[in-house]
Every structure is written in C-alpha cells, then in structure tokens.
C-alpha cells in the first residue's frame, strides 16, 4: 500500500524552499499580484480517498488548464465533427504562436493551443444560449461545489490585454473556422480562463478522466473511450511546447494553467492537482513540474 | 523622341481581348461587382505632357497603392523613427501572412506589406487628429483634384470581412508595436485603402516620385533622398511576393492594389497608370503587369 | 482472462480484405518489390506466452523501428548527456523535413526524426570501434535470435538515395552537432535500419521496454527509469506526425517505419508487433495502424 | 562633369579610418587571415576611363560575387528554361538557410541564395565538360586579364568546411533539382568561389552589365534583355536578407561576396568595385556599404 500522504507531505518539504525560483505571470496585474508562497498538492483516489498539503484549499485562477474541462464538455456534443475543425497532433510551437495556424488553413494543431480553445468556445456559444452559465454549473456539478465562480477581474483584464489571442480569433474568422462574433467567442473564452478553483476542486472535477468517463457521484459524463481520448491529447499536447518534457519526466496526462496549476491524472488510480505560482520559462508551474515527477519516481506509477 | 501615345495605343489594342482572363477580388461585393471590360492607361510625362487610352477617366478603388502615398505623407514627418518600427526588406511571403509578423517580433517587414501599412496608419492616428480628412487633403492636392472621394462602402465593407486585419494589427497590439487603438487604427486604414481615383489622378499624385520629390505645383514634397528610398521600397516590395518578377519584367518601381491598378514610374522621365481589374494569383493586375512589360520593351525605359 | 490469440486472429480476419489499399515506400526497390500481401501480428506477454497469426515468421525490413533500439543501447553508456544534443519533444513536422533542425541551431527536436537519430548514430561511431557489428549482436541477443541480420542491399540503396539524410547529416555538422564524418555516420545508419526481423523478432527484442528494462532473458538492458523515458519518447514522437493520432486511436508507446512494421506495447502487460507493407500518407502501416487500434479497443488495454 | 577620381578620393580618406571595425569571415583561414588594412575602389565608365584609389589592384577572392557570373554565362545558354528550377524573388532569409528551400520543394528563390547558385553550377556541370576552365576562361576574357586564376587553397577549405553547401546539395538532389553528382557539382561551386580578382578585373568584368549586354571589348556577350534581367536581379536579390536596404541607401544593382567585395553598377553609366574584408553582421562589406552610400550620395547617381 502507497503511502500518499507521506509522500507528498515529503514532496511539499523537499521544495517548499525553491518556491521563489520561478516567475509569476505578469501580462495582467491579477496574475502578477499573486502571493508566490502558495504551494498545495491535492490527491484524489480512485477509491475515494483524499490527500492532501500546503496550501490545496486556496483558490486560484485555472486558465488553461479550463481547456480540458471545456473539451470535456463538448466532445459528448460535437463528437468526432470536432476533427473536421482541428487536429490532435502536437503543436512543436509556443502556445501563443499564429504562425503554424496560418500556415495550416487555420486548421489549430490540437485543442489546448489558443486557437484551437477558442474553435471550442465558438462550439460552446454556438450550442447553448448562456454558455457562462452552463460551463460554471458543469463545473461545478464535477467539483461537486456550488462556491465556484469566475473572477470578474480577471476575465476583464484578459480582455482589455489579450490582444494574441484576438489575433488569433480574427485569424480563424478569416480562415471561416470561427462560427461567432469574435467579440462574443472570446467573451465567453476568457471568463473560461477566469474561474477559480482550488486543488481539491480540480483533482474532483478531473476524477472522471481517470475514472473511465465517471464523475465524483459516478455519473457517466464520457464514454470510456472519449476519457480515453481527453487523456491521450493530455499527455502529447498539455503542456505547450514542453509536452515531451512531461511525458518524459513525469509520465502522466496532464494540462497546466499559467496561474500555475498543474492537474495530472493516472487512469484507474487517481488524479493530483499541484499549485506554485512561479513559472519555468515555458509558462509552466516550475515547483508543480518538479512536485510531479517526484511524486511519479517516489510511488513508482506512471503510465509508462 | 518617343511616341508615348502611339505606344500606349498600341498596347490597349493588343491587350484589349485578354481583359477577362483574370480573377476580379471577390472579398467584398464592392470590388467584385466591377465591370472587367475596364482599361484604362496614363502617361504623365515630366515635361508636362500626359498620354492616355482607354478608361483613364474612371474613378476605381485605389486599395494597396494607398501605402505608397501614406508612407509618402509620414515619411517628412517621422523620418528615420519610422525604421525603429518596420524595415525595409522584402517580405517573400504572400502579402497576408503574419507567420513572419510573428517570428520577427511584430517589426514588419517593410511599409507594403499590410502589417507595416497598419504601423504607417498608427503613426497618421497618433500624429493627426482627423487624419482621415488631412489623407484625402493630402492626396486631392497632390492630384490636384478636389473631386477624390473615399468609398464609404467599400471602407465599411472592408471593416466587416478585414479579418486578417485585424489578426495583424492585434499582433502587433501584442508586442507593443501600435500605440493607438486597433479598431481606431484600422478604421482610417480601411477609408485609406477605399480612396477612389481615376489612372490620370494616380499619375498625377505620383509624379512628385518622378520629380525629385517635387509635386505636380513644383512645391517640394519629399527631399529627393526621400523620393529616392521610396522608390527603392516600391521596387523591391511593391508587388507583394512578386516584386521580384516586376522588377525583372518590367524594371520600374511601382505599386498595385487589388482593385486593379498599378502606377509605376522611372525618375526623371514619367510615371504611367493602369487599371485592369482582372487579377492574377499573386494579386496583381494581370493585363496591368503585361501592359507595363510591353511599355519598358517599348519605349526601352527602365531602371535596369 | 483475455483471448490474445482468439481476438488476434479475428483482427486478421477483419483486415485481410483491406491490404491491398496502402501504397508500399517506393524510394528504393527493395522496399517496392515487396509483396503487399504479407500481414503479420505477434504478441509477447510479460508472462512470457506468445501469440501469432499471418506472416509473423517472414523478416522484413525494420527501418525508422532501428532508432529505438539504437536509443536503447546508447542510453545506458551516454545517459542525460544525450539530451544535450537532441530534444525529447514532438516535432509537429514530416519526419523528412530539416527545417526545425536549420531554425533550431541543428538540436533535432527528438530522437525519432531523422536528424536525431543521425546524433545517435555518431555517438554509435564514437564509442564503438565497429558499430555495425556491435549493434547487430545487440539486436541479436535482445531478440535471443542469431540468424538477424542485415539486409546489404537494402543498405547500398539507402546510401545512394538517401540525400534528405545527406543533408540533414551535413546540417548537423555544419552547426557542430556531428562528431565524425558524414559518410561514416550514415554507413552505419543505413545499415541500423537494413537490418531485417520478423515480427516475433522485435516482439522479443522491444519485451525490455514492457518489463522496466529486463530483457527476455531477464537482464537489465535499462534502468526502470530509462525505460520509462523511452516509452515516453515512443508515445509522442513515435509516429512522425501522426504521433498525436496513434497516441490518441491507439493509446500505446510503440515505433513504426517504412518497411510497413509497428511496435507497441503497454508497460507490465505486451508487446505486439505488426506489418503490413502498404502504407498511409504519413509513412505508417495503414493496416497496421487498423489493428493495433482494434486491438487496443477489443482488449481494452491502453495506457489511457 | 562629375570629378569621379575626386570623389572615391574623398571617400576613402573618410573612411579609412573604420576599416578595423567589421569582422573577417572566418570560417576558412585563408579568409580569415587577410589584412584588414585592405581597402580599394575602382570605377569604370561607360566612357572607358577608369577611377581607381587605394588597393585596387590586389587580388582578393570574390566568393559570392562569381554568382553573378556564372548566371551571366548560363542565361545565354539554357534562357528561360533556368526559370523552371529556380525563381527570381527575394529569399527574405540569410543566405544560409535550407528552410524556404524545403518548404517550396527544392525551388530556390533565387539565383543568388547558395542553392541558386548551385543549380547554376550543376548546368555548368551539365553544359560543359571542363566547366572550371570554361568559367575561367570567361571571367578573364571579361577582364581582359589572364592572370586571373583560382586560388586552389580555398577551393580546398571551402570543400573541407562546406557542410552547408553539402547540405544544400543534398537537398537539391533529393527533390530531383540536381542533374549531375552532388561532389562533381560543388567541386565547381567552390573553384568558382575561389577565383581571386582585383577590384580592377571586376569593373571590367562587370562592364557587360552597364553597357546593354557588351562587354569591355564591346563584344555581345548578353542581350539587352538578359543584361537588364541581372541588374533586376542583382537589385532584389544581390546582398542576402540586406538587399532591401541596399536598394535603401545606395539604389544601385550589385553583389557582394564574403571576401569584402561588392560590385555595383548604373546602366549607362559606370561600374564600380569596392573591397574591403570587415563584414557587417549580415556578411556584407561594412565599410564598402558606407563607400558606396556616399558615392551615390555625393554623384547623385542612382537609379531611383
């Protein structure tokens, strides 16, 4: 029997001094102005046992790491029409590059680039009226907590700022792969972004992925083969251009978030969220990267 | 002494039944409706004299060859600051793409291609305050004509479907290269490109690249090393990924626009105008380009 | 308990009628003139049974499958001084092309593009005075199989149309990242991937990967650790660019090559090996993809 | 009348004192030990008078410069058929890379990129049977010099250390743009290079270029069509990724090679050769740039 709580209590000792190292984002003052002393690691069990350190219970920002929960929520819709809109395949580029895009017809490389988020949010506000309202209350239903919310702030500075991904939307427009106004598209897309949750809601919410398409209360929310297929997308594309990296180190599917979230998952035993603000320079949580693979080397599980 | 009208006449005769073989713009309803069977060509010759055939008189929509007069206006004012935010070598990529835009940190590639014509805009926005008005000021003087109008509806069209414009002047938004706001920026980009203008208008406007810098009033416009660097930028990225071609065909500096027109001049000797809306591949005017290869074999004027 | 050997052979049964419709790698006639009718399956369980159907005894030529075995036997002696001259992500780009290579200062983004196992190969050179040999005995013993070898014709074709291989071996060494000469890298590059192996052949030889890196006769080839990285390298860059696709229809770490062979496996349960010589558009078995997805699917086991 | 010998006096005096401020190539150390006091300019009129200061009668190797001429010796021969293997716009990219090379299928831009150059040099390989002794033979015809030879030492170095050019070569060949054996087609290319000439020998060889096609010895060597297709492409495509600008501050057609060499010319007019080995960053001649800036300034000679 896994000792989890020792381990990542063990973990959260080994680093909690290298917490500084990394470098919080800084393109909008919400994200800038968080505390980088934060760092929590939360385990959910496929059995139902939870485990957890430091600072798990304290909310913040998820940004990308939305888009897998957003994915989740259309591929029971769109199915494979998805496909015909953008591909699976590794991007090899920054997140934030419009060049591949360009070059590709605006076909986006896989859905956690920019672009190929924002082709997912057009589909959630093409299918449903208020797709804000919907996204939260499937969040929350996942998390099985009615306290999250978006944080206003945030999703107002992502607009007044995010001038690459208006890039990005006006480009698919233009390529005819954006259905909506962009104004409307992105709207929807940054409060997205802009929800908080804490480690424990995010381990409780991703639970349905390790779990065979299963939520918390046992609901089918996927098939086991659309579980399947969010997982596999996870590990070759959740991690911006450091995806080998984490494949390679850790070994699990996962997708980070640039307020420095990271959700990792092994299917049939559990999912682990970790949170530290600072980042590595490829936007992803430099503690969370490291909490990992130690947490995969010391309790010797993988997918590989 | 050469037969300026002779030669001019016999090129629209020779060309005149190739007029529907190319492609009419088809992005806005506006350029699409134009009648193909227009052809129009204007000589204005230094000495004073003009030559024309053909429908030289007609108004059309000047699009692209607005670049060439708004660096013209912005040169004089910001100088060499312009080359801290653009350069001045070929693009060698279609005329849309920001795949460049982006590799090169949003600094243009030089003043034609959209992106650096939108940098041109930012600075009309930034230093102007009706900038719309003092642009078509500028250019009825140059022209000597009061009638130049803009096209509201080709500007408004313009604003609807410019997507592309969007994505890059977002772009450029993102890396700090345009100080105002896009849509305000756009919006005088967008009534810049919809002047409309007639081949003896366009010759007219041009003639101060011909003459040293000097207009049609004789009044210094440019200094002559002004009117020299843009008639260098004109050669070598005046024909958006064909400029290569224009130069070895024709060997005159010059610029085109999708609505089919395209002014090229030689120092000292004249500038010509032709208006042909029927497209090739590239963009440019298909019988305009093969106007103006007969023109330079002709006469035997070119740079070259 | 799982029927391997029953649904096997239903898989066999299912895709025989489709063989015909992949096109076979054309560039040298010892691939071209195989003949398109062979398909082969061969499972290796970690409990040490064995399943077959088809043409699993016939050898073929293993090709791009070479760059994982060479992989794992350079790991152990050059450890995490690899990593210094090649990448671990997808490149997100046909396995042919050297233009990531020229952009990215000539690290090859992975050890599975041509490029990066040209590296691995001059570290072949560097540590052994005769590589060839050495990697033969490797394959030989790993495969418990003496009667391996290579196929000298397949070799000299290699090496008198293999000029993509040139230059991208030239690109290395003109950026440094080539110890030795050219011609003498790629003599022992062509001849890795000439080597000729039957299904049950790479099915033995790849078991170390399936059992933390103890060979069939229950060596440690590898660390638990380096095998885990180079299933993780199979998953993401496995594939050339359809690594995403088979991660996300397949869901195991395997390598394919031209020769029409793929090798799969899942960590603590198989390997599998197919081979059907027709190909897909991206370079990998069409038939092969097809059954190792059937495979996964009625078997229900994947690493997601 | 302009006071030719006056003026490149002047400018020698004011730059002389510069020289030290660029880099030697120093990939090759014949290249790289050459006495950076060099520095010499020599004009020849359309008139036969000849301008010369400094150290313009030292041979120095003219590298890329022989681009020109080789294209000048194979347009008479394979016309327009050239332009089925290689186009004439702008590359847009620094003179070494492979990348556009391998995005547009092994069409290079342009005669004057290395590949170019190389598909020039392989139907040199095709056309003649002793192609080194044909160039040779040309180039000192042109110069009305026999003394011209090879320097066999840096053919040597440059074969030695070309893994650029090899990579290039291969590439060619691997899209079926080479005819003839990648080694048999640079052991031209790098004689060709190597070919040491005085800032003399090349104003007289270049002669043909300003006078219509006939050479020093007023024999018809180009037409007048062929002789204003080079200038169109010395213009675009002559100074790698800085021929914008070239065309920006000085406006005239011309060629520089990593040897310090730059040829320029006005049709009509002159022709004018400047040598001095310290490079700008972009591998052109810093201080002839600047000399022949202030040559074009001060004559008021240009072609715009």
């Known amino acids: 029997m896994i000792d989890f709580q020792g381990i990542i209590e063990d973990i959260h000792e080994d680093l909690k001094n290298d917490i500084n190292r990394g470098l919080v984002a800084s393109y909008i003052p919400e994200l ?9 690691i939360h385990v959910k069990h496929i059995n139902g046992n939870s485990y957890a350190v430091g600072d798990w219970s304290i909310p913040f920002s998820i940004q990308s ?5 957003s994915l989740s929520l259309v591929l029971p819709i769109y199915k494979d029409a998805i496909w015909e809109r953008m591909d699976v395949e590794p991007s090899g580029n920054p997140f934030n590059h419009l060049s591949l895009l360009e070059l590709e017809n605006s076909i986006p490389r896989n859905p956690f680039i920019n672009a190929g988020a924002i082709v997912i949010a057009d589909m ?8 804000k309202q919907v996204f939260l209350d499937y969040v929350r239903e996942l ?62 919410a991703f639970f349905m992925l390790a779990n065979h398409g299963k939520c918390l209360q046992q609901k089918e929310r996927l098939t086991q ?25 850790v070994g699990l599917p996962g997708k980070s978030g640039v307020g420095g979230g990271i959700i990792a998952l092994l299917p049939n035993h559990f999912t682990i969220t970790t949170w530290s603000p600072g980042l590595n320079e490829k936007g992803n949580s430099l503690i969370g990267m490291k909490a990992l693979e130690l947490f995969t080397t010391k309790t010797n599980l993988s997918i590989f």
Chains 1, 2, 3, 4 share one sequence.
């Open 32 to 40: 800038f102005n968080i505390d980088t002393q934060n760092f929590g």
């Open 65 to 69: 790491i939305s888009k897998a929960l």
């Open 124 to 131: 959630m506000v093409s299918h449903f009226k208020n797709p």
């Open 143 to 204: 998390s099985n907590d009615q306290t999250i919310n978006f944080n206003y702030n945030v999703a107002k500075s992502e607009r007044l700022t995010g001038f690459g991904n208006y890039a990005a939307a006006n480009l698919l427009k233009a390529y005819n792969n954006l259905e909506n106004d962009v104004d409307e598209v992105l709207d929807f897309y940054f409060h997205q972004c802009a929800i908080e949750m804490t480690c424990e809601q995010l381990s409780n």
């Open 225 to 249: 083969s659309q579980a399947k297929r969010i997982n596999a997308i996870m590990l070759t594309c959740g991690f911006y251009d450091e995806a080998g990296e984490f494949a390679f180190e």
